[in-house]
């Protein structure tokens, strides 16, 4: 008996020390990842961009899932036909698209680029008549004003070498991202043909790591986010196609130079909440203001009032509350998935956030109905 407590004794310090060790090698794993986070950030950096093409290929797959469902299940199809369809019709429609967008977008950025040295004129005489304005010549040339400006435009050239000695390999960068989006939309083919088989295995992988409930409650939450990504993302496309339609038109009436590369951004950040149709906005007038500064003003009031009436009608109307966030949720989203995903973290910003507010919601409503007293009314 004296002998077995003896063992239970020697086992329970082993154990000790083993945990200790354990926890000092954490410890020690933990620093060394700390000390030397940009050789593990680019690892992982490394890694992503290895496997981008096959992001992009489950992005494009689940974008097109819908359309493919709609042949396949609607008009019964069979999915090898509904993926040809579907394919053939996303190629048409980008087209479609190119051939009249691209023709124009280029003129318009040629015909400012050809225009640039005529508003630096302007901007020399718009400079020319304020000097000339003798209360504020004096202003400008007593203290350090001069300095100050001389200082700017020295990192203002600074910068514009910098971004020129950049420019070219942001060309191979954006030569090697097309190569490699148009590799993912090759590979998405083959995703959509075996999409239950990759279902299934990824449930299978999440039962293995998880414990079954913890598991559940994994594709449940995947499955809401699912649902509110397609609730706001197509139906915001929607909404942004029929605002730059109206904006072309209302900038086509008013006779706006750059109408139709002006529709495309107001359409392409009406997008972004909040943030993104005062981007439209801002410019739609820069855009304009050299040309003509009463037409930038007439330009931005007339996008203003097409983003007031998609704010307070349009919007409403096809999104209505089916987001369900408040607008500080939505801009702190916007902010943070911004901060984090650049555009792609601002596009998810609200189904992101529904997602969330769905899921908290349901934690206060449990932890209400669990201590009823803490929110009774005291009489």
Not at 189 to 198: A, F, G, R, W
Not at 344 to 352: C, E, K, Q, Y
Request: with cysteine; aromatic share 14%.
């Amino acid at each position: 008996m004296k002998g077995m407590k003896n063992r239970e004794v020697t086992i329970n310090k082993n154990n000790k020390y083993f945990d200790i060790f354990i926890l000092a090698l954490i410890a020690i794993i933990t620093y060394k990842i700390i000390d030397n986070y940009n050789y593990f950030f680019n690892i992982i950096k490394n890694f992503v961009s290895i496997i981008s093409p096959f992001i992009y290929a489950l992005v494009c797959a689940y974008i097109l899932n819908p359309v493919v469902n709609l042949f396949e299940k609607k008009l019964k199809f069979n999915r090898a036909i509904s993926i040809s369809i579907t394919y053939c019709l996303l190629a048409a429609l980008i087209f479609i698209a190119l051939f009249f967008t691209i023709p124009s977008l280029i003129e318009s950025i040629v015909n400012m680029s050809s225009e640039i040295p005529s508003y630096i004129e302007k901007i020399q005489n718009w400079s020319d008549t304020i000097f000339q304005n003798y209360q504020l010549n004096e202003f400008i040339t007593q203290g350090a004003f001069i300095e100050k400006v001389d200082m700017i435009f020295t990192k203002i050239s600074n910068f514009t070498i910098v971004l020129l000695q950049n420019s070219i390999s942001s060309v191979f960068s954006i030569t090697a991202n097309l190569v490699k989006l148009l590799l993912g939309f090759l590979i998405s083919i083959y995703v959509l043909i075996d999409k239950e088989k990759l279902l299934n295995n990824a449930k299978i992988i999440i039962y293995m790591i998880f414990k079954e409930k913890a598991a559940n409650n994994i594709l449940s939450v995947l499955n809401t986010y699912h649902k509110m990504i397609g609730r706001y993302i197509g139906i915001k496309a929607v909404d942004s196609l029929i605002i730059a339609i109206i904006a072309f038109v209302g900038l086509i009436i008013i006779d706006a130079p750059y109408a139709i590369l002006i529709a495309v951004v107001v359409g392409i950040t009406n997008m972004i909440p909040y943030f993104g149709p005062l981007i439209g906005e801002i410019v739609g007038a820069l855009v304009t203001v050299f040309v003509s500064p009463i037409k930038a003003i007439v330009v931005f009031l007339l996008l203003l009032a097409i983003q007031q009436f998609d704010a307070w009608y349009l919007d409403p109307k096809l999104i209505g509350k089916k987001v369900g966030v408040s607008a500080f949720g939505i801009i702190f989203a916007v902010i943070v998935g911004g901060g984090f995903f650049g555009t792609i973290g601002m596009l998810l910003a609200s189904p992101t956030m529904a997602t969330i507010n769905i899921y908290y919601s349901r934690m206060v409503s449990n932890f209400k109905n669990k201590n009823p007293n803490i929110f009774s009314k005291k009489k």
